[in-house]
């Protein structure tokens, strides 16, 4: 099995690579769409300013070929968003494979959102073998209404999506890599799909 990890210098993508390896995966750190195309599983990671990303994005002509993809892919933290509609992040159009768009957390809260906070109402074979309210590792100061795609939810400031799935693509907000045994089970699950 062929796994390719999205490079579109969004961030750091050690850890991921470390992640997979520790499960006895090997991943692939490419921006070739030939390479991309012919997965069989693809992670489109991200940590950093959406506007920055998307244009990174079109400079390889990724922005294009992403939302054709019929492998299953995931969307981690900004890679998820990314797969929106849109984000206030930068006025920012993205891939719109999600139909919903990404807003700001109030200013009642404290931003970004930095630590462990619990999922629940989990509706996905992504999910396999994890308890409800299991604790994820999230840093983000975006994030993305629940919504008809919706496999999980968290609550900070109100409850928002912390997972999305259609078809093929899947997202979440929080970074597996980092969450412990259970992140690790998450990331195993895509990679078995």
Avoid at 114 to 135: A, H, M, V
Wanted: with cysteine.
């Amino acid at each position: 099995m062929k796994t390719v990890i999205i490079d579109y210098k969004a961030g750091n993508v050690q850890s991921l690579l470390f992640a997979i390896e520790k499960l006895n995966f090997s991943a692939k750190l490419t921006d070739d769409p030939d390479e991309i195309s012919k997965a069989d599983k693809v992670i489109f990671p991200g940590v950093g300013e959406a506007s920055f990303a998307m244009n990174s994005l079109k400079e390889t002509g990724l922005d294009v070929l992403i939302p054709k993809l019929k492998q299953p892919l995931l969307g981690i933290c900004l890679g998820m968003q990314l797969l929106c509609r849109d984000s206030e992040e930068g006025d920012t159009q993205a891939l719109g494979i999600f139909d919903v768009s990404v807003k700001r957390f109030p200013d009642s809260v404290l931003v970004p959102q930095i630590g462990w906070n619990q999922i629940y109402d989990l509706k996905s074979d992504l999910f396999r073998g994890i308890p409800e309210q299991t604790y994820t590792y999230l840093v983000h100061s975006y994030y993305v209404a629940k919504n008809k795609n919706t496999i999980a939810t968290t609550d900070y400031a109100e409850s928002y999506s912390t997972a999305l799935q259609k078809d093929n693509f899947f997202g979440v907000q929080f970074h597996p890599e980092k969450s412990g045994i259970l992140g690790s089970k998450i990331l195993e699950n895509f990679l078995k799909l």
